[in-house]
């Protein structure tokens, strides 16, 4: 089968251009699992809360709004 120097050239140029599109796809791989090894070693940094801070949490909450209510209430009847 003959294929012509401009056909030749045509398919060498495509797999040049393949090549690159694979070199390119095995890099972002390579930076993506290292991505992934980061955020897996993190420590997480939430931390648990006791039982007594979650209460004084709640009465806190509980007189914060009581505050804000009356605030608002002195503010309408002002």
């Known amino acids: 089968m003959f294929i012509s120097n401009a ?26 699992k290292a991505k992934i090894k980061v955020l897996e070693n993190k420590p997480a940094l939430k931390k648990e809360k006791t039982s007594a801070q979650l209460k004084a949490q709640r009465e806190y909450m509980r007189k914060y709004t009581a505050r804000k209510r009356a605030e608002k209430l002195a503010q309408a009847q002002a």
């Open 7 to 32: 056909e030749k050239q045509y398919l060498f140029d495509q797999i040049k251009a393949l090549a690159r599109e694979q070199n390119l796809g095995f890099s972002e791989i390579t930076m993506l």
